[in-house]
């Protein structure tokens, strides 16, 4: 792995509502007025070319994202969802400048990423899971330093953020060791530093907690939330851990074969779909599952069952109470659903392309 990356090459209350409506709210930030990103009816096809004989090869158009429309509003943290192949790592790289859309726009600060990238690199900060920006054979404050040459960035403002990133990702003890001798976790918090220190108005995160063990994983989150409330730094985040969305989105946009599914808020997402929450009883003895008029048994283990209702039209207190009725308990506990199961539904409804 090498680090030898520069800022244009590092730039790489409302209801959930379906495409095409718009969403009730937008939640607040900086101006919320101010449209930061805007993607409006973009398309974009790749060309494979696959072997057809010893000398033959044919070619076949993918698409990879086919009409996605969505904007962003400066101070909004956004989670953009999806499965392997759907289209969100696309998505972001035709928003940094990347990628050139076969069809439609892409304005990000009012700019053309493809035709501003290097008026627009100084404007965001990117951070890929998998990628770094970091000089992996250099100390981590040596790559802090270069940055600041790079953005050509004040260095009162340079060194004052530099502190405060330091002091709340404890880096302190990190700045005189080598990239390379970083975990992951400590890596993480590096990159993240790197892509703040110029203070951009916009940062990218694509799978940002990808393998990082659960403590790095709250620093993570802490900081981003952090950064998001008191500076009013737009976030783009696209990822895989549901947990991560639920910790730090207020929306969220699900993506699949290349089409935005949903847009909305999450707690109203929750709220439409997740409309079947558990109860998780602990029975004084082992039973057979029991017989409610208003909730099913949908597992057993033990005195153990795991009891579910539709919140729309019974209450928890109303199962508790026939649950009781029938056996004593000794404890119980309500499980909302989880978003990532929320969405595997979403997915599992949706017909397959051409069906």
Not at 114 to 138: C, H, N, P, Y
Not at 141 to 168: K, P, Q
Not at 248 to 268: F, K, P, S, T, Y
Request: glycine residues 8%; contains cysteine.
């Amino acid at each position: 792995m090498s680090g030898t990356s520069t800022p244009e090459s590092a730039a790489t209350g409302g209801e959930v509502v379906e495409v095409g409506k718009p969403a009730a709210t937008t939640p607040g930030g900086a101006d919320q007025d101010q449209v930061v990103i805007s993607v409006d009816g973009v398309d974009k096809t790749y060309v494979v070319r696959t072997r057809a004989g010893r000398l033959r090869r044919t070619k076949r158009e993918v698409e990879a994202v086919a009409g996605v429309s969505f904007t962003v509003r400066a101070g909004e943290m956004v989670g953009y969802l999806g499965p392997n192949g759907a289209g969100k790592s696309t998505t972001i790289k035709m928003i940094t400048g990347i990628l050139t859309p076969t069809a439609g726009r892409v304005e990000v600060l009012g700019l053309t990423p493809t035709v501003d990238r290097a008026v627009l690199t100084r404007q965001i900060g990117v951070v890929f899971g998998q990628r770094s920006q970091l000089w992996w054979d250099l100390p981590l404050g040596d790559s802090f330093e270069l940055l600041h040459y790079l953005y050509r960035t004040e260095r009162d403002r340079h060194e004052h953020n530099l502190a405060e990133f330091v002091a709340r990702l404890d880096l302190g003890s990190l700045l005189e060791r080598p990239v390379r001798q970083l975990s992951l976790g400590q890596r993480m918090r590096g990159e993240l530093t790197a892509a703040l220190l110029h203070d951009p108005a916009l940062v990218v995160l694509d799978e940002p907690t990808i393998g990082l063990d659960v403590v790095s994983k709250f620093a993570v989150r802490d900081f981003l939330s952090e950064v998001n409330a008191e500076r009013g730094t737009t976030v783009l985040l696209t990822t895989h851990d549901l947990d991560d969305v639920e910790q730090l989105c207020e929306r969220m946009l699900i993506i699949d074969h290349g089409q935005v599914l949903l847009d909305g808020r999450v707690d109203a997402f929750k709220a439409e779909h997740g409309t079947e929450r558990t109860l998780v009883v602990d029975l004084e003895r082992a039973a057979p599952p029991l017989t409610l008029t208003a909730a099913t048994v949908t597992a057993v283990e033990g005195p153990r069952q795991w009891v579910r209702f539709d919140r729309r039209t019974t209450t928890a207190a109303e199962v508790i109470q026939e649950v009781v009725s029938r056996e004593p308990i000794r404890d119980l506990t309500i499980e909302e659903p989880q978003i990532e199961e929320l969405i595997r539904r979403i997915y599992s409804a949706r017909p397959e392309p051409g069906v």
